[in-house]
T-cell receptor
Framework: AQSVSQHNHHVILSEAASLELGCNYS??????LFWYVQYPGQHLQLLLK??????LVKGIKGFEAEFIKSKFSFNLRKPSVQWSDTAEYFC??????????FGDGTTLTVKP | DTEVTQTPKHLVMGMTNKKSLKCEQH?????MYWYKQKAKKPPELMFV???????INESVPSRFSPECPNSSLLNLHLHALQPEDSALYLC????????????????FGSGTRLTVV
């Protein structure tokens, strides 16, 4: 069975601080990895995805994530956060069975 | 604006009511999904339709009945729900229902916030 673990439940940062949100997954086969964002009162949106190739992937709004196979990790990063980045962030993994499993989410609060 | 449209946005229903949630997409996606999301929790998969056929049912109680009339529409029929079924119900789509197709990720709708009284 596949699973996803997000270590940080709530992160509070000041504007311009750097961000790194942890995500570890468990799955024995080839995985597709995703980060989704849910802004307050809005729907889930895809930030970025990885399925093969360059392990450093860039997404929308200046976010990037690095796939480290040896560590089963797919951490999300942003060099300088803005107040508008305040949201819930979900890491997700999809295995060969075609099902996606989401982590518990990390609430990011950016103080102006 | 999301390309997956869900109606209604809010729904309050009694435990003896019958209601339906609707989801529509016109992106040509061939896989559609129902997820349930409780507050401050991740989405939980309920059903997967691939090429209009039900391919995954995550042991969802029979009071939830999905239907896929065509490749653009997905319904969720509700009957005799319990208060604990109150949640945000999300519809999503992806280009294909296979693992290869899921490389592209989901496009989610805004959800229907359901309250069962």
């Amino acid at each position: 069975a596949q699973s996803v673990s997000q270590h940080n439940h709530h992160v509070i940062l000041s504007e311009a601080a750097s961000l790194e949100l942890g995500c570890n997954y468990s799955y024995g086969g080839t995985v597709n990895l995703f980060w989704y964002v849910q802004y307050p009162g809005q729907h889930l949106q895809l930030l970025l995805k990885y399925f093969s190739g360059d392990p450093l992937v860039k997404g929308i709004k200046g976010f990037e994530a690095e796939f480290i196979k040896s560590k089963f990790s797919f951490n999300l990063r942003k060099p300088s956060v803005q107040w508008s980045d305040t949201a819930e962030y979900f890491c997700a993994v999809t295995g060969n069975a075609g099902k996606s499993t989401f982590g518990d989410g990390t609430t990011l609060t950016v103080k102006p | 604006d999301t390309e997956v449209t869900q109606t209604p946005k809010h729904l309050v229903m009694g435990m003896t009511n019958k209601k339906s949630l609707k989801c529509e997409q016109h992106m040509g996606h061939r896989a559609m999904y129902w997820y349930k999301q409780k507050a401050k929790k991740p989405p939980e998969l309920m059903f997967v339709y691939s090429y209009e056929k039900l391919s995954i049912n995550e042991s969802v109680p029979s009071r939830f009945s999905p239907e896929c009339p065509n490749s653009s529409l997905l319904n969720l029929h509700l009957h005799a729900l319990q208060p604990e079924d109150s949640a945000l119900y999300l519809c999503a789509s992806s280009p294909l229902g296979t693992a290869r197709g899921l490389r592209y990720g989901y496009t989610f709708g805004s959800g229907t916030r359901l309250t069962v009284v």
